[in-house]
């Protein structure tokens, strides 16, 4: 299957690379170099970018913080990744616009979807921040909500591993890998990949969602061409 309009999903994690916190240059770059080239070969591209490399919301409000302000810092360092993938991208030449969920002009273009799709449809690759502007949702739940309101054929998230396992297989090697697996099934397996928010948007829209592993070059490009990598769900 081909795609025209995708949305990928990258957790905050994901750029943490060799290091314990931040922004890892190597794994962004490297990144980066995989995107461009997709947009490349025509793809209209978005992007939604997780904060957990910087400051994670639940963690925060564990931690004694009030969880609405833990979540507001949560999208604030979402913020701050997304200007470092911008910074990438437009050192390879690639034209970005990155839209905050919330105004923070100074920086970024609020969201607006008509601006968003007119973007993307002049083949500028399109960074979403802040998550959804509101506490308590996800940037999984993000991601779901802005590949629907820019009519996206599929969701793509990147992960440390090869798709959506039965357990942990960084914590088991017994782990099975599931090569195509229901929205129900996800839910009803608790496999926490990503929430049931998330999925529930994505099985009433259906909008397939495919898990993967970004860190194995090549991987991206192989799903754009329509090979089969990774867990899809649908």
Same mark, same amino acid.
């Given at each position: 299957? +081909?795609?025209?309009?995708?949305?990928?999903?990258? +957790?905050?994690?994901? @750029?943490?690379?060799?290091?314990?916190?931040?922004?890892?240059?190597?794994?962004?770059?490297?990144?980066?170099?995989?995107?461009?080239?997709?947009?490349?070969?025509?793809?209209?591209?978005?992007?939604?970018?997780?904060?957990?490399?910087? #400051?994670?919301?639940? /963690?925060?409000? /564990?931690?004694?913080?009030?969880?609405?302000?833990?979540?507001?810092?949560?999208?604030?360092?979402?913020?701050?990744?997304?200007?470092? @993938?911008? /910074?990438?991208?437009? %050192?390879?030449?690639?034209?970005?616009? @990155?839209?905050?969920? #919330?105004?923070?002009?100074?920086?970024?273009?609020?969201?607006?979807?008509?601006?968003?799709?007119?973007?993307?449809?002049?083949?500028?690759?399109?960074?979403? /921040?802040?998550?959804?502007?509101?506490?308590?949702?996800?940037?999984? +739940?993000?991601?779901?909500?802005?590949?629907?309101?820019?009519?996206?054929?599929?969701?793509?998230?990147?992960?440390?591993?090869?798709?959506?396992? %039965?357990?942990?297989?960084?914590?088991?090697?017994?782990?099975?890998?599931?090569?195509?697996?229901?929205?129900?099934?996800?839910?009803?397996?608790?496999? !926490?990949?990503?929430?049931?928010?998330?999925?529930?948007? +994505?099985?009433?829209?259906?909008?397939?969602?495919?898990?993967?592993?970004?860190?194995?070059?090549?991987?991206?490009?192989?799903?754009? !061409?329509?090979?089969?990598?990774?867990?899809?769900?649908?």
């Amino acid at each position: 299957m +081909s795609y025209k309009r995708v949305l990928l999903k990258l +957790s905050g994690e994901a @750029l943490l690379g060799e290091k314990s916190y931040g922004v890892d240059p190597k794994r962004i770059l490297a990144y980066s170099k995989e995107i461009k080239e997709i947009v490349d070969s025509g793809i209209e591209l978005a992007i939604v970018i997780g904060g957990g490399n910087i #400051f994670r919301g639940v /963690s925060g409000a /564990s931690n004694g913080i009030d969880r609405v302000q833990a979540d507001y810092m949560g999208m604030l360092a979402t913020v701050i990744n997304g200007l470092a @993938l911008q /910074s990438s991208l437009e %050192d390879l030449k690639i034209q970005t616009r @990155l839209q905050t969920a #919330f105004n923070i002009e100074a920086v970024a273009e609020p969201y607006i979807k008509r601006k968003a799709v007119r973007h993307l449809e002049k083949k500028r690759v399109v960074i979403f /921040s802040a998550g959804t502007g509101n506490p308590f949702f996800t940037t999984d +739940s993000a991601a779901v909500l802005r590949a629907i309101e820019i009519n996206a054929d599929v969701i793509l998230k990147g992960t440390r591993v090869d798709g959506i396992f %039965d357990i942990d297989p960084e914590k088991s090697k017994d782990a099975v890998k599931f090569k195509q697996i229901s929205y129900d099934d996800v839910i009803a397996k608790k496999l !926490k990949v990503m929430d049931s928010t998330a999925f529930t948007l +994505s099985k009433e829209n259906k909008l397939p969602i495919i898990v993967f592993n970004m860190n194995k070059a090549g991987n991206l490009k192989k799903i754009i !061409k329509g090979e089969k990598v990774g867990t899809i769900v649908n």
